[in-house]
């Protein structure tokens, strides 16, 4: 069977009811971007918006992997989702009411962000157990093309319903922050269908906040003590730090390619596109074994095609560039997520999910703050160039990392991790 991982039904339900939030979500995360640079014009701001995601991620996220390894993460999962609904409706509410400044949308980002905590951690945890280990590969395969399809969808319909109410910002605004609540249920209605999902050591709870501390530091120190892991997390993290340059794509598209709110639902989406059909080639392929080297020679391709979106001239040749810029990023996330996940056993699994989330996420909003930053001070132009160029510069660094590198996919090894 092409596509093994969809004979099983937890699988299937899970990936369609995560799809149709994520697009949600997509649409609210673009169009917060878009909202801000309306009310403030600055490239900055946006980038701010970074900052304000990645702090509560650091204060949580950590407590959120303790809690995935000793707790139902379905039930996680129930929760967090339920509170990412409500922030959701919040901001429909106070926009349509005319009250929505750049404070408040900090706000919401910031409540969205301490939900994930708990959510990521839970997330991956569970959706790890959905398919035996031999179809892992393919249903890392899939999920990323479900989410890359929420990436292509979701600021595709956030660029057109600003568009067609242009002259009604606020309630276009309005509407996407609504439709991103609407679609939680389908995610919700999906995971409380699922079996409880309690880790191996469930049973063995921390009891203090001694205890809550030693798990984290547990979890830390497999990461630290596993090298493949640990440069999986890493190379990730330094290549989204400097080439992260989504804050920047309101000020491309509206001011320097002149191309209004349907050419930034263009340009936001055409990476998720390029991910889109990369995700799709990996999960129609056998499975990359020299998956390592694959990895880093993914971190240098985007960094090139960084570049070249920092110099184009035009939005067509500019959504070309994000679209390898995304399909370089999918196929590296995916081998990442497969290495991160088979090289870690069931018990320690919430924990060092936690940590690549800080890893995953973090590095991308920071670069965002960065991006911004650096494009008040010397233009968009330049902060995407010189993203990319340090981008390359963290590939070849870790072309030195034996254990990444070197890193070789094995089936048996998988069964053993997960079985």
């Not at 057109?160 to 209605?189: D, E, K, P, R, T």
Request: with cysteine; aromatic share 10%; glycine share 10%.
């Amino acid at each position: 069977m092409r596509l093994p991982a969809f004979r099983h039904a937890g699988f299937r339900n899970y990936v369609f009811g995560s799809f149709v939030s994520n697009t949600g979500t997509s649409v609210q995360t673009w169009a917060i971007m878009w909202h801000i640079y309306h009310l403030t014009g600055s490239s900055y701001f946006v980038g701010m918006v970074g900052l304000v995601r990645v702090v509560p991620l650091l204060f949580f996220t950590l407590y959120g992997g303790v809690l995935a390894d000793q707790t139902d993460r379905r039930k996680m999962m129930l929760i967090s989702q339920s509170a990412m609904a409500f922030v959701a409706l919040a901001a429909a509410i106070v926009t349509v009411s005319g009250y929505a400044g750049v404070g408040f949308l900090y706000l919401v980002v910031a409540a969205h962000s301490v939900a994930r905590a708990f959510d990521g951690p839970a997330r991956q945890s569970m959706f790890v157990t959905l398919v035996p280990a031999r179809d892992f590969p393919n249903a890392a395969s899939i999920n990323g093309i479900a989410w890359q399809l929420s990436d292509v969808l979701g600021p595709l319909i956030a660029g057109v319903i600003i568009a067609v109410l242009g002259a009604h910002v606020v309630l276009g605004l309005s509407v996407c922050y609504a439709l991103n609540c609407v679609s939680f249920f389908a995610v919700l209605v999906a995971v409380w269908f699922l079996p409880p999902c309690h880790p191996a050591n469930a049973q063995d709870r921390a009891k203090s906040f001694s205890q809550v501390v030693d798990r984290i530091r547990d979890g830390l120190r497999f990461v630290a003590n596993s090298p493949v892991v640990r440069s999986a997390m890493w190379i990730d993290f330094w290549a989204t730090l400097f080439s992260g340059a989504t804050a920047l794509i309101p000020a491309m598209a509206k001011n320097i390619l002149h191309s209004g709110a349907l050419g930034y639902g263009v340009l936001a989406s055409a990476g998720g596109l390029g991910a889109l059909i990369a995700a799709l080639t990996l999960s129609l392929r056998p499975t990359v074994q020299r998956q390592g080297m694959t990895v880093v020679i993914m971190i240098a391709l985007y960094g090139l095609f960084t570049i070249l979106f920092g110099l184009a001239g035009n939005l067509w040749i500019a959504a070309v560039c994000l679209a390898a810029v995304g399909a370089s990023d999918m196929i590296s996330t995916v081998l990442r997520q497969t290495i991160r996940q088979l090289s870690t056993p069931d018990e320690m699994r919430g924990r060092m999910n936690a940590t690549s989330s800080l890893f995953h996420i973090s590095g991308p909003q920071l670069g965002d703050f960065e991006a911004g930053a650096v494009a008040r001070l010397w233009g968009e132009r330049v902060s995407i160039v010189l993203g990319g160029v340090l981008c390359l510069f963290v590939a070849a660094h870790w072309t030195r990392s034996r254990a990444l590198v070197g890193y070789v996919h094995s089936e048996a090894d998988a069964e053993t991790v997960i079985g």
